[in-house]
């Protein structure tokens, strides 16, 4: 069974302020990482992937990967209310399924 | 931008009953996926399509479950005698088969009473 676990929050942030958002997955041999946002009664919604270990940047977003240690990241830089959803990590190994952590809820207090 | 879409967007159905779901992947994406989410549960994987065939499926995906790409546009979920815990989210998802990003449709919304 292939694990992937989020701090379930809430996390609240004020606006313009950093979200951290943390990621573990227990199968070694995953080679694709994604970040999806979910409002409520919506569909995920794909914000970054990564591939290799380190950062990667995208506009206020900044997903880190460290394979050796199992664990991404997200980062929200400047959060807006907007931003208030929860975020989802999925891993993707050699079967072309995604496996999902049950999310991070984030709260962006104006 | 092109995206995946889901039909219906929401579904009420009686225990037993026969549902389809309906869903029209990204016109050039070669894999389809389904998954399903229960009400404050995470999203968990049904089955994956390609080639128009089965290439992985779940263990929550048994006998009574089935997906069918009919024509060239339409990928299709049926469940044959629904039941309570049936009850959840859709959502259809499609890919390239070259980035492994899988996109996702709106949902279904199904409710089994």
């Known amino acids: 069974q292939k694990e992937v676990e989020q701090n379930s929050g809430p996390l609240s942030v004020p606006e313009g302020a950093i979200a951290s958002l943390n990621c573990t997955y227990s199968?070694?041999?995953?080679?694709?990482f994604f970040w999806y946002r979910q409002y409520s009664g919506k569909s995920p919604e794909l914000i970054m992937s990564?591939?290799?270990?380190g950062d990667k940047e995208d506009g206020r977003f900044t997903a880190q990967l460290n394979k050796a240690s199992q664990y991404v990241s997200l980062l929200i830089r400047d959060s807006q209310p907007s931003d208030s959803a929860t975020y989802l990590c999925?891993?993707?190994?050699?079967?072309?399924?995604?496996?999902f952590g049950a999310g991070t809820t984030v709260t962006v207090r104006a | 931008e092109p995206e995946v879409t889901q039909t219906p967007s929401h579904q009420v159905t009686q225990m037993g009953q026969e549902v389809i779901l309906r869903c029209v992947p990204i016109?050039?994406?070669?894999?389809f996926y389904w998954y399903r989410q229960i009400l404050g549960q995470k999203v968990e994987f049904l089955v994956s399509?390609?080639?128009?065939?089965?290439?992985?499926k779940s263990e929550i995906f048994d006998d009574q479950f089935s997906v069918e790409r009919p024509d060239g546009s339409n990928f299709t979920l049926k469940i044959r005698s629904t039941k309570l815990e049936d009850s959840a989210m859709y959502f259809c998802?499609?890919?390239?088969?070259?980035?492994?990003?899988?996109?996702f449709g709106p949902g279904t919304r199904l409710l089994v009473l």
């Open positions: 199968d070694r041999v995953s080679q694709s």
């Open positions: 016109s050039n994406h070669l894999y």
């Open positions: 399509f390609y080639n128009n065939e089965i290439s992985e």
């Open positions: 998802a499609s890919e390239d088969g070259t980035a492994e990003t899988q996109y």
């Open positions: 999925a891993v993707g190994s050699n079967d072309y399924k995604l496996s």
């Open positions: 990564i591939y290799s270990n």
